[in-house]
């Protein structure tokens, strides 16, 4: 835990502050793929993250989520293959629980802030070999 200049730890309060610049990234098992987690509730499964895919990298195939997922593009040309639909700086993008979507292709270096409001798939998927990666 944190503590604040008083010495007394920072999860007393409501507000929390996070310097994501200050924060490593962490890799994931399909190559390309990283993430910082910002927030997570371990009751819902929701969370809060930011992920960065390499130019070339992707989810290599059509999947669907067990929550809603959210994503706001900050850098970069992310693209949903089947569809064209591509995200770019300032792009929101919606995906319904249950949606099939997928593949997608980052066609160079791109950051997006994904959310979910609950547990991401409703299964592992095949290109993660870490199951802590589908969280």
Same mark, same amino acid.
């Given at each position: %835990? +944190?503590?604040? =200049?008083?010495?007394? +730890?920072? @999860? /007393?309060? /409501?507000?929390?502050?996070?310097?994501?610049? *200050?924060?490593?990234?962490?890799?994931?098992?399909? @190559?390309?793929?990283?993430?910082?987690?910002?927030?997570?509730?371990?009751?819902?499964?929701?969370?809060?993250?930011?992920?960065?895919?390499?130019?070339?990298?992707?989810?290599?195939? /059509?999947?669907?989520? !067990?929550?809603?997922?959210? %994503?706001?593009?900050?850098?970069?040309?992310?693209?949903? +293959?089947? $569809?064209?639909?591509?995200?770019?700086?300032?792009?929101?993008?919606?995906? =319904?629980?249950?949606? #099939?979507?997928?593949?997608?292709?980052?066609? *160079?270096?791109? +950051?997006? #802030? *994904?959310?979910?409001?609950?547990?991401?798939?409703?299964?592992?998927?095949?290109?993660? $070999?870490? =199951? @802590?990666? !589908? /969280?």
């Amino acid at each position: %835990m +944190v503590a604040g =200049p008083d010495g007394l +730890v920072l @999860a /007393r309060f /409501r507000e929390i502050l996070l310097q994501t610049d *200050e924060l490593d990234w962490a890799d994931k098992t399909l @190559a390309g793929l990283s993430h910082k987690a910002l927030w997570r509730d371990e009751q819902t499964e929701a969370s809060i993250s930011l992920i960065r895919f390499r130019q070339g990298a992707g989810i290599p195939l /059509r999947h669907s989520h !067990a929550s809603n997922q959210f %994503m706001f593009c900050l850098s970069g040309r992310y693209t949903y +293959v089947p $569809t064209g639909l591509t995200l770019t700086p300032g792009a929101f993008y919606w995906n =319904p629980k249950g949606s #099939l979507h997928g593949p997608t292709l980052a066609e *160079e270096e791109s +950051v997006l #802030l *994904e959310i979910y409001d609950g547990p991401h798939y409703p299964t592992q998927p095949q290109w993660y $070999t870490d =199951p @802590a990666d !589908a /969280r």
